[in-house]
């Protein structure tokens, strides 16, 4: 069975043929440097899957892979996963790495999300429901995040958002962001257990 990065491979050499033979045919048709950019922009979401950067024509610089291994290992380095432990019991989605990697991490991300969210109704049920990025900013202002915390918790939000929705993630990089990932939903399970218990004392 042929392989989805194989298929794409194909298609851009396929569709580059094209229009070289284009070219060739009508040589008076130029190309500027806005049209490449733009033909480029329509194989970014894919290219991912097949090289760790693309890089555009006037030098702008796309990085897949890199930049979610990079926000992975800010989360390692902020101490917010300190001491924690990998989740026992393989969540439905983890399960699903080897046969589509974008969508195990896209249950990681909602896995992700709802342990905030559970985490500031306790602390202020009044903003629970406020965009993440907000919420995360909340979780920090209460003391529960240091501010670098903070940041690594925004950056790892935001890197797993593209990942989901560009091209395949190998299995190899989703399985490091996932063991991360399970060590961070523990992290955020004793915050939210601590506070949950704060908040039945003082009740």
């Known amino acids: 069975m042929e392989s989805k990065p194989l298929k794409w491979q194909i298609a851009i050499s396929s569709i580059s043929a094209v229009l070289f033979v284009g070219h060739l045919i009508w040589p008076t048709i130029k190309l500027d440097t806005s049209a490449l950019f733009l033909l480029a922009l329509c194989f970014l979401p894919w290219l991912g899957a097949i090289f760790k950067s693309v890089k555009l024509?006037?030098?702008?610089?796309?990085?897949?892979?890199?930049?979610l291994l990079r926000a992975t290992k800010?989360?390692?380095d902020s101490g917010l996963i300190k001491d924690s432990l990998i989740q026992k019991g393989d969540p439905i989605y983890r399960t699903l790495i080897q046969?589509?990697?974008?969508?195990?991490?896209?249950?990681?991300?909602?896995?992700i999300e709802?342990?905030?969210?559970?985490?500031?109704?306790?602390?202020?049920?009044?903003?629970?429901?406020?965009?993440?990025?907000q919420v995360v900013e909340i979780i920090?202002?209460?003391g529960l995040f240091t501010k670098v915390q903070t940041q690594a918790m925004h950056g790892i939000l935001k890197r797993l958002n593209i990942a989901v929705h560009s091209?395949?993630?190998?299995?190899?990089d989703a399985n490091e962001v996932m063991e991360m990932g399970s060590r961070l939903l523990d992290s955020l399970d004793k915050r939210v257990r601590k506070q949950d218990f704060a908040a039945k004392t003082q009740a």
């Open 99 to 111: 046969q589509d990697p974008n969508l195990a991490l896209a249950g990681l991300r909602i896995d």
């Open 167 to 172: 091209g395949r993630v190998p299995v190899k």
């Open 57 to 67: 024509p006037g030098g702008a610089e796309v990085e897949y892979r890199q930049d």
């Open 114 to 133: 709802r342990k905030l969210r559970t985490l500031v109704g306790i602390i202020d049920p009044d903003n629970s429901l406020k965009p993440l990025s």
């Open 74 to 76: 800010k989360v390692e």
């Open 140 to 142: 920090g202002s209460r």
